[in-house]
Every structure is written in C-alpha cells, then in structure tokens.
C-alpha cells in the first residue's frame, strides 16, 4: 500500500528557511511523481511544486520559483522541499502526494486529480 507522510512544518519568521521531508512508503520513490501543494485558510489547494521520471523533472510554481527546491533521496525513498526567504504569504498546510507515472501527464499544471495519495498536511507559519 502506498503511504506518503510530511514532517519538518513549524513556525518561522520572515526571511527565514524551513525543510519539509514527505516519506513514501510501499513503493518505490523514483517509480513515482511527487507533488508538493499547500492551502492557505479560505484559500483553494495550490501546487507549489513536482518531481517526476528518473532524473527527475522539476516543476516550481511561479510564487515559490527561485526560493523552494526540491530533491528525491533514493536511499531514503523521500524527498525533500527546501523552503528559503520565506514569506507570510507562504503560511499554509503544506501536503505531499504521489502520482503513478503516466505518459502525456502535465506535471507542471499541478492538477491535483493527477495524485492519488495524500499526506495529512504539516503547518508552515511564517510570522514575526
């Protein structure tokens, strides 16, 4: 059975840095695309980034592109999201979720529909 989980949330403040880790469990990472999203209270869920296929290939939604990275650790059958220079607008429920491998899937486009495990979410708070 395929089981994501996230860990790593907390509260932090502005300008600050934060690393999410989502554990997959049941299968093998890297035959799997990873997704991060993130919902804001009264907001709608928002794909914030991806990593598919055996390099892999990484997406970033353009509010986090160029301050979150993401990484696959093999070894460890994780991956990782390296949040930096955060902002309150950031604060959210953080979830990872994994989508089996299929040809002509748009991983850019964050189509939540693409994934059918989903953690249970880890706060981000960033906040003075």
């Known amino acids: 059975q395929l089981l994501v989980e996230e860990s790593g949330g907390g509260l932090v403040q502005p300008g600050g840095s934060l690393r999410l880790a989502c554990k997959v469990s049941g299968v093998n990472v890297e035959d799997y695309a990873i997704g991060w999203f993130r919902q804001a209270p009264g907001k709608k869920l928002e794909g914030v980034a991806s990593?598919?296929?055996?390099?892999?290939?990484?997406n970033y939604a353009v509010p986090v592109k160029g301050r979150f990275t993401s990484d696959r650790d093999s070894a460890k059958n994780s991956v990782q999201l390296q949040m930096e220079d955060l902002k309150p607008e950031d604060t959210g429920l953080y979830f990872c979720?994994?989508?089996?491998?299929?040809?002509?899937?748009?991983?850019?486009?964050?189509?939540?529909?693409?994934?059918?495990?989903w953690g249970q979410g880890t706060q981000v708070t960033v906040s003075s």
């Open positions: 979720a994994a989508g089996a491998l299929r040809a002509g899937t748009l991983w850019f486009l964050f189509r939540p529909e693409d994934y059918t495990s």
């Open positions: 990593l598919s296929g055996p390099r892999p290939t990484l």
